[in-house]
């Protein structure tokens, strides 16, 4: 039995986890004022309310600012290379289905090299948590432009201001069909510890977009306009409702925050069991199994 095994077993057996147990020794080293620092609070006690067992949950991510989280958490963890979290997020899950699976990653991580996995997760609907930091730069390399970086901002790799279009993450994965989807404050820590969580109970794959600012590269105004332009969902909004959801993520002032989108169907792993069966019978097929067919010949 490894020791975290040993922990996980102790702390089943008397009184549960508390939230300084998902904190690993390791202290964040991201800029004063970051919010990163509030979306891995908001990942503590989300965790600490599911009361998640550290063997049996993973956070994986790419390279970036954000991408520093499994580090800072006292589970299973996996920092890949860049842009690669999904797919290596996807393996984990569908090799280990009984473990709870957490991506974490940035704009540019997952949107720029890593931008093409999402469609592919998103079908499969495979049931992890992605969790994106927005802050429209890159921060970790000295504060280029990122894909979501808005029109005209004058950065090192744009000294005259950005030509491009900015992609509308939120509306990228309500186009690829994700199964739930939410955006929160890091500022609001109470609020996105809540949508971690039901995104995390969620069965299939579920993003949280959270627009998390980068003071370094950005400046205080800028996390005091994303707190103002910040705001709730309109009463009686129903997250169920996709042309309403469209008309919420095109909202060019506001950011939304809540439970955008949502929606029940099978996931990768439900689906897998029907085939397995329908494969095998009532006979349970083992990989001794699958071998003992060659070794035979």
């Known amino acids: 039995m490894t020791t975290m095994q040993a922990q996980a077993t102790a702390k089943t057996e008397n009184k549960g986890y508390t939230i300084a147990d998902y904190k690993s020794k390791l202290k964040p080293i991201w800029c004063p004022g970051c919010g990163d620092y509030g979306v ?81 997760v998103s079908r499969r609907n495979i049931d992890m948590t992605y969790i994106v930091m927005d802050n429209q730069i890159y921060g970790l390399t000295k504060g280029q432009l990122s894909p979501t970086s808005e029109s005209g901002l004058k950065t090192t790799t744009s000294q005259y201001g950005s030509i491009d279009t900015p992609l509308n993450i939120v509306g990228l994965a309500l186009s ?39 003071v370094t590269y950005r400046g205080m105004e800028y996390f005091k306009q994303a707190k103002e332009t910040c705001v709730p969902l309109p009463e009686g909004y129903d997250p169920t409702n996709k042309v309403e959801a469209f008309k919420v993520v095109e909202e060019q002032v506001k950011k939304y925050i809540g439970v955008i989108y949502r929606e029940r169907r099978p996931t990768f792993g439900e689906r897998l069991d029907e085939m397995q069966k329908m494969a095998s019978g009532d006979k349970k097929v083992t990989l001794d199994n699958i071998l003992d067919q060659y070794l035979a010949k």
């Open 40 to 120: 891995v609070n908001a990942i503590y006690r989300a965790f600490n309310e599911l009361q998640l067992v550290p063997e049996k949950t993973a956070v994986i991510s790419g390279i970036g600012c954000s991408s520093r989280i499994p580090g800072y958490v006292s589970t299973y963890g996996f920092n890949t290379v860049h842009g690669r979290a999904i797919p290596i997020a996807s393996g984990v899950k569908i090799s280990s289905p009984e473990t709870t699976v957490v991506v974490a990653g940035g704009d540019g991580d997952g949107f720029a090299i890593g931008g093409g996995h999402m469609p592919h």
């Open 176 to 214: 690829y069909n994700v199964s739930f989807i939410a955006r929160g404050f890091a500022g609001d820590i109470n609020s996105l510890s809540k949508l971690i969580k039901e995104a995390i109970t969620h069965k299939g794959f579920s993003v949280v977009h959270v627009v998390s600012p980068c």
